[in-house]
């Protein structure tokens, strides 16, 4: 990716010089230039003479004065200095940091000041990443939520990281495709259809959802009890049933979710418990089935189609879209970019899975090919397997037990499994849509699963060497005892009842904030930025972690007004802008991004503040490199800590010349855009008052 960042800039004059002195192109990624941390070592560093030493036969020190010599940045930098055995110290000039702040365009009128449209594009902050060459598509998958379960506490990281990918590549020019890979398909829909049925019927029955609930918990506890007495319990069951079969249910009734998804758990305790029990059901044509293969019935209606299966794709129809309606509500709560466009369920491969089978054994050897790593699809007790060896012809991948670990792409019944679905997937995304980089957002649970699949997708042809495929995971979300985070009954927490939480005790904060600084709000505006200080909370901080470790859900630290949070972040930025309308108040509103604003940066604070903005596409690119959002939330929360800095040693409504107030207004007004733009790439909203 080619950017004109600063320290690309710097990157490329240094390869330029490396190369000269190492007497072969040496890349800009060599140079081992990066950001100092300490402002003693100044503003860069390049460690190129180091590694060098050894195969040139000279003093690494030497080298670095040769590489200094060398390299022209005059225009950008003063002298050089060599440190210890051969670091090379850069400091930037401060006329030409200035100069390049001084390219960031002002704010444009009719700028849409919403999560999702930043107000610096990435033009703005002088970020180029494609000079004329094409970008690669990328594709995305994440989120991927279940018809007829609502979404938990654990679909959340999924959902927020996979948007900031979205939002990231997007900003800095890569074609997005975004895909929600819904599970609507297979024998959970049987369970779902059969499950929306039963509770249609039951409202004609004149019962609530609480009666359901008691049959549910009575079902439950019957697992694991002898026959007759399972027998006896499921018995009016399924007489009803047959019953509620005679008499077909009226259109126009309207289930929530959670009705759906209790439906769905009823279906799957009976099915269960049901198993080896005589409980007949008979249908008005006087065909009898039993209670505990109904829902595989349904499904095999489902999947075969065609008129004679009419009501159970509306009912499955009916399901997705009591679902998908109910996941577009949290999408937007959460302020995520899916929408319903974006869904490409299990369902959508379906026609796709036997052209899948017949492609892997037109292209897959049946045993190991000598001398080369490779993919081979054999029977296995009737089932389709594939199994991936070495060259060496070693098993790529071994169970527990040592023996080699096969990935079942259709089981000995002709049932097919999630991994042909993947590799149908795998495969439109390449092939179809064009996909050149594929980026899959789940939990490390499922890390062997994507190695596997990945292989196969390399191994069949279908990922060549211009396509990267990439597994994005991360850990589990804890409670207080380090444990998955769960209700108190041991459920998943439901996202929506957590979002609940977050605003209820977010609204307890702003108004307690309120009252100690005897300021007014509004009932509603109070309302307002508790729910944006709320989700903002909930992100925040989970996106300011490492994604690939677990973290301890705290409401308490997610809503602190110090540290690396979303309300620290928040009031930053509001208390930024409140020192802007002030000063524009005080002494007009003039425009700080006219040509006789010249930027100074005669401080240390004012210079710090200023290399640390132009900054921002460093940190930009980098996320959108590694896939590590918490890099971005650090360089926020930096920024923000550096302006207070520069807030307290350099007045701006007290300056002493109105050319400097001017500059450093222009600096309030450039550190609160960033701030916006930075969280906004978070998906998180700011409010202009706090």
Not at 75 to 88: K, M, S
Not at 296 to 318: K, M
Request: aromatic share 6%.
């Amino acid at each position: 990716m080619a950017t004109s960042t600063l320290l690309d800039e710097l990157r490329r004059r240094f390869a330029a010089a490396v190369s000269q002195v190492a007497g072969r192109e040496v890349s800009p990624g060599e140079t081992l230039l990066r950001a100092t941390s300490d402002p003693a070592h100044g503003d860069y560093q390049c460690n190129a003479a180091m590694p060098l030493g050894k195969p040139l036969k000279r003093k690494p020190r030497e080298i670095a004065e040769a590489i200094v010599a060398a390299v022209r940045l005059d225009d950008l930098c003063g002298p050089l200095e060599i440190a210890g055995p051969g670091f090379i110290n850069i400091r930037l000039r401060d006329e030409a940091l200035a100069g390049r702040l001084g390219d960031i365009p002002g704010p444009r009128d009719g700028t849409p000041d919403r999560v999702g449209v930043p107000l610096l594009t990435a033009t703005d902050h002088l970020i180029t990443t494609h000079q004329g060459r094409p970008l690669p598509k990328v594709i995305l998958d994440y989120s991927s939520p279940n018809i007829a379960k609502q979404m938990h506490v654990g679909h959340l990281r999924s959902t927020i990281i996979g948007d900031v990918f979205a939002r990231v590549l997007s900003f800095l020019g890569y074609p997005v495709v975004r895909q929600n890979h819904v599970g609507d398909w297979g024998t959970a829909m049987g369970m779902a259809i059969l499950g929306l049925w039963y509770l249609k019927t039951r409202r004609r029955r004149g019962e609530d959802a609480q009666a359901i609930r008691d049959r549910l918990a009575a079902v439950q506890d019957a697992k694991g009890k002898t026959v007759s007495v399972r027998q006896e319990l499921l018995a009016p069951i399924a007489a009803e049933w047959s019953e509620d079969l005679a008499n077909p249910i009226p259109p126009g009734l309207d289930i929530p979710v959670q009705d759906l998804e209790l439906g769905y758990q009823f279906i799957q305790a009976v099915t269960a418990v049901s198993a080896g029990v005589d409980c007949p059901v008979r249908d008005p044509d006087g065909r009898s089935d039993q209670l505990s293969e109904i829902a595989r019935i349904v499904t095999t209606h489902l999947q075969a189609g065609g008129e004679a299966n009419a009501y159970e794709r509306q009912e499955w129809r009916e399901a997705c879209e009591i679902s998908l309606g109910y996941c577009q509500r949290i999408y937007e709560r959460l302020g995520v970019l899916l929408n319903r466009d974006d869904v490409c369920g299990e369902s959508f491969f379906d026609p796709r899975l036997a052209p899948v089978l017949a492609e892997l054994r037109e292209k897959l050897p049946a045993e190991p090919v000598a001398g080369r790593a490779c993919t081979v699809l054999r029977e296995d007790d009737g089932a389709q397997c594939l199994y991936f060896y070495q060259a060496d012809g070693t098993p790529q991948f071994r169970n527990p037990d040592g023996d080699p670990l096969p990935m079942i792409v259709r089981k000995s019944d002709g049932a097919f499994l999630y991994a042909t679905t993947d590799l149908a997937a795998i495969r439109y995304r390449i092939e179809d849509l064009g996909g050149r980089r594929l980026i899959y957002v789940t939990d490390a649970r499922q890390k062997l699963h994507f190695e596997m699949f990945f292989q196969a997708a390399r191994n069949i042809g279908w990922a060549c060497d211009d396509v990267t495929l990439e597994h994005t995971t991360f850990g589990s979300v804890l409670g207080e005892d380090r444990k998955p985070l769960k209700t108190r009954s041991g459920d998943n927490v439901k996202l929506s009842e957590l979002l609940d939480e977050a605003e209820r005790r977010a609204l307890e904060v702003v108004v307690q904030k309120q009252a100690e600084r005897d300021r007014t709000l509004t009932a509603a505006q109070q309302q307002e930025i508790a729910r944006r200080v709320g989700i903002a909370a909930v992100k925040y901080a989970d996106l300011s972690r490492d994604r690939n470790g677990d973290y301890v859900f705290s409401w308490d630290q997610m809503l602190a007004l110090q540290g690396n949070t979303a309300p620290y972040m928040l009031y930053g930025y509001a208390r930024i802008r409140s020192i802007y309308r002030k000063a524009a108040e005080q002494f007009g509103a003039p425009d700080v991004y006219a040509g006789a604003v010249q930027l100074q940066l005669g401080t240390p604070e004012e210079r710090a503040l200023g290399l640390h903005l132009l900054r921002f596409p460093e940190a930009v690119t980098q996320l959108a490199g590694d896939l590590l959002p918490h890099t971005l939330c650090a360089y926020l929360y930096d920024l923000a800590a550096a302006f207070m800095r520069f807030y307290e040693a350099c007045p701006v409504l007290k300056s002493e010349t109105e050319p400097l107030r001017l500059s450093r207004m222009r600096l309030c007004d450039l550190t609160a855009r960033t701030l916006k733009t930075g969280l906004g790439l978070l998906g998180i909203e700011v409010s202009e008052k706090m």
